[in-house]
């Protein structure tokens, strides 16, 4: 897949020629790997709005399969920056708080911070609409935010609310003084109670707006450890703890290892032997990925401090029918 960008009057225009690996892929599934950033909802109202054009033609319907060489092309409108007021009553469900820092809870689909093709409300807008000005260390168009998490990911976020705090907690993510623990409903029964996956992380060669498992020396280093909560037939439930922070680390580790996330949009392929959800299941509208546990020292006194977050509603509706429909016999 090779990607060109231009202006128009409008905004600008993205350009992707469809990869051989691509033929008789739906656009709406092209898309979602492309921008990975956006949501497969998103997506589909830019079809529907005429933003998307398949070999010069608008198209028409999100499920239309692509032709290898075909160009797609994405006019995405003049970036902007949400005011207070675009946010409605939407508020940040905040975890803890002091005049140094803050821990919020994200719900899956709201942004961590806006992006070049991205709209409507984030994290960092939110943040600013509640606290005020923030540092923004990370970037002028991510005000307090210290780490992200990915759109459809829940869980915990921290916000830096001063400087010298905000430069503080930056070391502890970058020298991996925090703790992180992620809990994940993944395809396959693991064979092993806990393992290992180090691996290095990159782009992929095949779909350049993914990450993928690189040949060592060709990426990022990258570590994740995991343990097995409980097991179903045909399925795992996962607590994750990744050593190292890459883009999509723990989603692209897990499908690395034949166990990738029930749902993810990007990096879903099972595989045909994989055990199926039944038409009744509970199937989450995005990755099976939550950020329910961290662990970080205060950047002023010192202490170590421990936060959870309960796995949302979606994902323990979904647990809740794998102890139903896939118990280990």
Known sequence: MTTRSASSGQGEVRRLVVPIAAEGE???RFLVAAFPELSRTRLQE???GGAVRVAGEPALRSSRLLVADEVVEIEFAPPSVARDEDFGDLELSVVYEDEWFAIVDKPAGLLSHPGNHTVGPSVSGLARKRWGELPALQGEDRPGIVHRLDVGTSGLMVIGREQAAFEHLLA???ERQVEKTYYAIVHREPRFDTG????????S???????SVVPAGEGREAATYYEVLERFEGFGYLACR????RTHQIRVHLAHVDHPLVADPLYRRAGPH??????????????ALHAGGLVLTHPKSGERLTFESPLPADL?????WLRAHHAKK
Do not use: N, Y
Request: net charge positive; hydrophobic share 45%.
């Open 205 to 211: 060669p095949r779909h350049p707006d993914r990450m």
């Open 46 to 48: 830019l079809v529907r």
């Open 172 to 174: 502890q993510f970058r």
């Open 274 to 287: 994989a055990a199926k959800l039944a038409a009744d299941a509970p199937v989450p509208t995005r990755q």
């Open 242 to 245: 990744p050593k190292t922070g």
């Open 26 to 28: 739906r656009l709406d």
């Open 196 to 203: 290992w996956i180090e691996a290095p992380i990159g782009r």
């Open 316 to 320: 323990a509706a979904l647990l809740a």
